[in-house]
Nanobody, 122 residues
Framework: QVQLVESGGGLVQPGGSLGLSCTASRSLFDINVNFMGWYRQAPGKQRELVAAMTSGGNINYVDSVKGRFTISRDNAKNSVDLQMNNLKPEDTAVYYC??????????????WGQGTQVTISS
């Protein structure tokens, strides 16, 4: 019922910045979001949670990106965004957005974005 479309990935030099956007096909308010997050998976490694935001506004980041990444929600654009600054080679990965939601009066669901490649290289 809800689809997520990611954009903003690409190639950037160390120290550069990228902004990722994850746009939902439905209003974030209408689908009653419980949790939103950005994950990443580097080659040969497990997928890890990078940044998360709950419906109550609580935000958490993995230690390796604190002070560099910022997650935000934009209800007007139906999106959850990730601003990445001072990028490092170890940030190279496929980034996935994730939304856990429960439409009013209906069962809880979750959905993943298709993934977008972020490559940090000099």
């Amino acid at each position: 019922q809800v689809q997520l479309v990611e954009s903003g990935g690409g190639l950037v030099q160390p120290g550069g910045s990228l902004g990722l956007s994850c746009t939902a096909s439905r209003s974030l308010f209408d689908i009653n979001v419980n949790f939103m997050g950005w994950y990443r998976q580097a080659p040969g490694k497990q997928r890890e949670l990078v940044a998360a935001m709950t419906s109550g506004g609580n935000i958490n980041y993995v230690d390796s990106v604190k002070g560099r990444f910022t997650i935000s929600r934009d209800n007007a654009k139906n999106s959850v965004d990730l601003q990445m600054n001072n990028l490092k080679p170890e940030d190279t990965a496929v980034y996935y957005c994730y939304v856990d939601y429960q439409p009013w009066g209906r069962e809880r669901k979750n959905v993943w974005g298709q993934g977008t490649q972020v490559t940090i290289s000099s």
